[in-house]
């Protein structure tokens, strides 16, 4: 139990570096830099929430954050960092 609460830790921190090493959207207004902006905010809100270990885990149902999200929306933090890149509109705190 010990190894998979250190292991999920390490992931957590791992993920939250590398995002947090990405580009500030005030470099230049390009949609790239709006992306890495979005993709912090969503950082800052799961921290905020204190559900970014959860998140890292798996275990977070984002249909709760999320309206637009089918209930039962545990997704691979990747895919919420993708989508964070690709549909910003969905995420209230990138608008």
Not at 6 to 33: C, E, K, Q, Y
Not at 67 to 90: C, D, F, I, M, R
Request: charged fraction near 10%; aromatic fraction near 4%; glycine fraction near 6%.
């Amino acid at each position: 139990m010990r190894k998979l609460v250190t292991r999920a830790g390490v992931v957590a921190v791992a993920v939250a570096a590398t995002l947090a090493s990405a580009t500030p959207a005030s470099a230049a207004d390009t949609p790239r830099n709006q992306g890495a902006a979005c993709v912090q905010a969503g950082i800052a809100t799961l921290k905020g929430a204190g559900l970014l270990q959860a998140a890292a885990q798996q275990q977070v149902d984002y249909s709760t954050l999320v309206a637009s999200l089918p209930a039962n929306s545990y997704l691979p933090l990747g895919q919420v960092v993708k989508l964070h890149k690709t549909n910003p509109e969905l995420f209230p705190w990138c608008a």
